[in-house]
């Protein structure tokens, strides 16, 4: 079936560790895209990528970073320079834009720093 | 300024109830608009969808309307229930698909 999957489904980490969220997709979608989710808040976009080997900052992208080497994969690393990193991380895909625009998300991911 | 704003960012109703949620948008040339419901702790599911040319779309107690002069869309919530309690995000679909932070529903009893 296709679809969008991000791991894991919960994520502990300690202060000052880097970690990294997984997204993928076998939509065969060009774009995807990272949004952070905080208690009774919208999403905010942190990064994303309408091409291979090609992303863009968002809103929020400061302590985060990203690659994009496979069109199926656009992993999320939360670095210890990102000051308030317990969220919740949803991943997004879509075909960039004209009509195709149905955006499918991830179940998402819940970080939490202990 | 984001493309996509939806109002309010939270709504609390009782049980039994109508709500309106608002979706205004600059995104041009437009192609389409989504509405999305996402359960606490759970990604977001597709509502209804609608081109420039659909000005109405309903999927049961949903009803979303699209006035695309105007650029604004609403989704209306008819005999809200506990189980409508959840962010409804809008999607707007151009040159690149942009999000709305989304509205916070809380239906109670």
């Known amino acids: 079936d296709g679809g969008i999957t991000q791991s894991p489904k919960y994520l502990f980490r300690k202060e000052g560790q880097n970690v990294t969220l997984s997204c993928e997709q076998n939509l065969n979608h060009d774009a995807m895209y990272w949004y952070r989710q905080d208690p009774g808040q919208g999403l905010r976009l942190i990064y994303y990528s309408q091409i291979v080997n090609d992303f863009q900052k968002g809103d929020i992208a400061e302590g985060y970073s990203v690659s994009r080497e496979k069109k199926e994969s656009f992993p999320l690393t939360v670095t210890s320079a990102q000051k308030n990193p317990t969220a919740f991380y949803l991943c997004?895909?879509?075909?960039?834009?004209?009509?195709?625009?149905?955006?499918?998300f991830g179940q998402g991911t819940r970080l939490t720093v202990v | 300024k984001n493309q996509v704003e939806q109002s309010p960012q939270s709504l609390i109703i009782l049980e039994g109830k109508n709500c309106t949620l608002q979706c205004n948008y600059t995104v041009s040339p437009f192609s389409n608009l989504r509405w999305y419901k996402q359960d606490t702790g759970r990604g977001p599911v597709s509502l209804t969808i609608?081109?420039?040319?659909?000005n109405t779309k309903s999927n049961g107690r949903y009803t979303a309307t699209l006035d695309a002069d105007t650029k604004q869309s609403s989704l209306h919530i008819t005999a809200s229930q506990l189980s409508d309690s959840a962010s409804y995000i809008c999607v707007v679909g151009g040159p690149r698909v942009r999000f709305g932070a989304g509205t916070r529903l809380t239906v109670k009893p």
């Open positions: 609608m081109t420039f040319s659909e």
């Open positions: 997004a895909s879509s075909f960039p834009g004209g009509d195709y625009t149905e955006a499918f």
